[in-house]
């Protein structure tokens, strides 16, 4: 092999894991693409040598990091957000805790109503301050990619307003940030006319948000949020303008939202507390992703869990993400992955294809959450040796360098490296 130019090398990598393909509908080291002793280099923000270091060509490259014999991945990729958002519901923690259900609390005008009338009145400067803040937090803790989404504005003008902070706030942070629209739940104003309502979303907002940059759009289907019928009429307008679809499904309950992923083409379902195994089956002959997000299990107090077992046997990609929100205030996806292993029993491998690989597919991102030639270089230097270590070692930051599109960003190895 000719030499090579690179902006950086990584060398003494002691596991490099590459996830080649995607999706990985059941991970395990034959197809994770797994190296030993091995060397990445970087060339204009993208992977142009990842493998064994004794076979690597010559490379003259401006810096040189020693990885020290560590684990070395793609950068996390979080596929599940709502970051734009003002005001603190900590007091709800405590309702939890005295046994009120989340369905308790959203339909008594709490939850995310509290939430939409303290962002209404938030400006846009403050809001995007606490979205910033959170992406920071984010690509500290190793998270290069991130889905956003509004819905805590509920008319036209205020989610059209949280679109425009996100894609301003995308400018200014290293992360790629994939924008998305959602329709949450029915305003208080319009219980009684839902029809109109949604007649407005499907007619005005959705038209209005694919022209002016969203690129998914989502619905909460659920039993207290929307129904099957209100999410096909959406589904269809949001088609017709162009945008991919995501859903909120089956996490209350069952109320046949997962089963609209055999009807459209949506990229990923998210959630699934309460989806039965039949409807598992018939996912794995769509290119649907499952993406799972225990951390807001926990902070539900849900006894529920999605069918993994039934994931697994079948093929669906399973993806993780943090469903980062007022009810749920964590941002980081080491989190959602030591929570994938421990409340849901993923292996490490499959949990760090879920918050990589998986979930790069949920988004359409093919040149992200993996570490192949071509794919862009977003990476992650553990303070661990080999994937089996997540989980064993958590509670902490183990990302002891981060790297985003090849440019060092955080991280106690960032002097090092640059």
Same mark, same amino acid.
């Given at each position: ?9 990584? #060398? ?18 034959? %197809? ?25 060509? %010559? ?13 070395? *991945? ?7 957000? #709502? ?13 939890? @805790?005295? =046994? +009120? ?6 339909? &008594? ?5 509290? *939430?939409?009338? /303290?962002?209404? =009145? ?6 995007? !301050? ?9 690509? $500290? #803790? ?10 805590? =504005? @509920? ?20 992360? !790629? ?13 319009? /219980? ?75 990229? &990923? ?8 195994? $039949? ?7 769509? +290119? ?7 951390? &807001? ?5 849900? &006894? ?17 993400? *943090? ?5 749920? /205030? ?35 991102? !093919? ?6 030639? =071509? ?24 990302? @002891? ?11 106690? /190895? ?5």
């Amino acid at each position: 092999m000719q030499g090579l130019e690179a902006d950086i090398v990584i #060398h003494n990598i002691g596991e490099l894991v590459t996830f080649p393909e995607k999706p990985l509908r059941r991970p395990e080291r034959g %197809n994770a693409g797994i190296v030993g002793n091995a060397l990445l280099a970087v060339r204009r923000g993208k992977i142009v040598y990842a493998g064994p270091e004794a076979d690597a060509p %010559n490379i003259r490259a401006r810096r040189r990091v020693n990885a020290r014999g560590l684990l070395v *991945t793609p950068g996390l990729v979080d596929p599940h957000t #709502h970051p734009v958002f003002s005001g603190d519901r900590s007091r709800e923690l405590l309702l939890k @805790l005295e =046994g +009120r259900s989340y369905r308790e609390i959203l339909e &008594s005008g709490g939850g995310i109503y509290y *939430t939409v009338e /303290m962002t209404r =009145g938030a400006g846009d400067e403050e809001l995007a !301050h606490g979205m910033e803040e959170a992406l920071i937090l984010m690509l $500290e #803790h190793g998270t290069t990619s991130v889905e956003a989404k509004t819905g805590y =504005g @509920l008319t036209v003008e205020e989610e059209l307003r949280q679109l425009k902070i996100i894609l301003e706030t995308s400018k200014r942070v290293p992360q !790629h940030v994939t924008p998305t629209l959602l329709a949450h739940v029915i305003p208080q104003e319009y /219980m009684d006319s839902r029809e109109e309502y949604v007649e407005l979303l499907a007619a005005k907002l959705i038209p209005q948000a694919a022209m002016r940059g969203a690129e998914y759009f989502d619905v909460f289907c659920d039993k207290g949020a929307y129904t099957c019928e209100e999410t096909r009429r959406l589904f269809r307008a949001a088609l017709s303008a162009g945008l991919k679809l995501r859903l909120h499904a089956d996490e209350i309950a069952y109320i046949g939202c997962s089963r609209l992923a055999l009807e459209f083409p949506v990229h &990923s379902v998210d959630h699934l507390e309460n989806t039965p195994p $039949e409807v598992v089956e018939a996912l794995s002959r769509t +290119r649907t992703v499952a993406t799972l997000l225990p951390t &807001s299990m926990l902070s539900v107090f849900t &006894s529920k869990k999605p069918p993994v077992e039934a994931l697994r046997r079948y093929g669906v990609p399973i993806a993780l993400g *943090t469903d980062y929100n007022p009810n749920n /205030m964590n941002p980081n996806m080491q989190s959602a992955i030591d929570a994938s292993i421990y409340l849901l029993r993923l292996k490490p491998l499959e949990a760090l294809a879920a918050a990589t690989a998986n979930a790069a597919y949920s988004l359409d991102l !093919h040149d992200r959450g993996c570490l192949a030639p =071509g794919c862009r270089a977003d990476i992650i230097v553990w303070g661990l040796e080999r994937v089996e270590q997540l989980g064993y070692y958590w509670g902490y930051n183990r990302a @002891l360098l981060v790297l985003s599109e090849g440019a060092p960003v955080a991280g106690d /190895m960032l002097e090092a490296a640059l």
